[in-house]
């Protein structure tokens, strides 16, 4: 007989032997089967708890992982700033200093006048002529009012350059905004042949918003 014969009538009586088991007595089985049996039931044991537990265990390892990295990075940081909290608060005094030096060069009501002195002066020391120089209605912003003031002077390139030059330099915060250069009004001839121009700019100075200060006052006045 030949060995696939063999093989195939050993196949034959295994599956003749599996289909008369009596599950109702499993004690009776052959010992072959037994132990067949007991590996498959060990291996679905250890797939469902591979799937049920290990895999759910898993997951939550890789959670804790991740919120390991993000408490580690803020750790790092907070770390830092602690070691960095004494040049922080240097810095911090630092800005409240020239914060402090930005305040003072804001004018109050009482100043303006003397600003605009400031301001007329300037540019007649530059050689400029006034045609206009006249205070705006004040812009309120968040904690602060702009105040403009429209210029119209005559001169040459030289003067106008000063004269920017020299209001960068005044004690107080006054910026330059919106110039336009143009020739002098057609009855002004004489300007003209001088070869002068006319510049139009608006110069704009800040104080504190009124409206805040009397929400600090009265604020001031409940802590009371």
Do not use: C
Not at 3 to 8: H, I, R
Not at 90 to 108: H, N, R, S, Y
Not at 129 to 154: C, H, M, R, S, T
């Amino acid at each position: 007989m030949k060995a696939s014969e063999l093989k195939n009538m050993d196949l034959r009586e295994l599956m003749d032997e599996l289909n008369s088991l009596d599950f109702e007595n499993v004690g009776g089985w052959p010992t072959p089967v037994k132990v067949v049996a007991a590996l498959l039931v060990l291996i679905a044991v250890l797939a469902l708890g591979y799937f049920f537990s290990i895999k759910d265990l898993g997951g939550v390892l890789e959670s804790q992982q991740r919120e390991e990295a993000s408490l580690l990075q803020a750790y790092e940081k907070k770390a830092f700033e602690a070691h960095n909290l004494e040049q922080f608060r240097k810095q911090l005094a630092e800005m409240e200093q020239t914060f402090g030096a930005l305040l003072k060069q804001l004018p109050i009501d009482t100043e303006v006048p003397g600003l605009l002195e400031d301001i007329t002066h300037t540019g007649l020391g530059s050689g400029l002529e006034f045609e206009n120089i006249a205070l705006q209605g004040e812009v309120e912003k968040e904690f602060y009012a702009e105040l403009p003031i429209d210029i119209e002077v005559i001169g040459d390139f030289h003067g106008f350059g000063s004269f920017v030059s020299g209001v960068a330099a005044l004690p107080r915060i006054v910026t330059l905004h919106d110039f336009t250069i143009s020739r002098p009004p057609e009855n002004k001839p004489e300007l003209v042949a001088l070869g002068l121009l006319k510049m139009d700019i608006t110069a704009k100075t800040y104080r504190y918003s009124s409206r805040d200060a009397s929400v600090g006052a009265s604020a001031t006045g409940k802590k009371k």
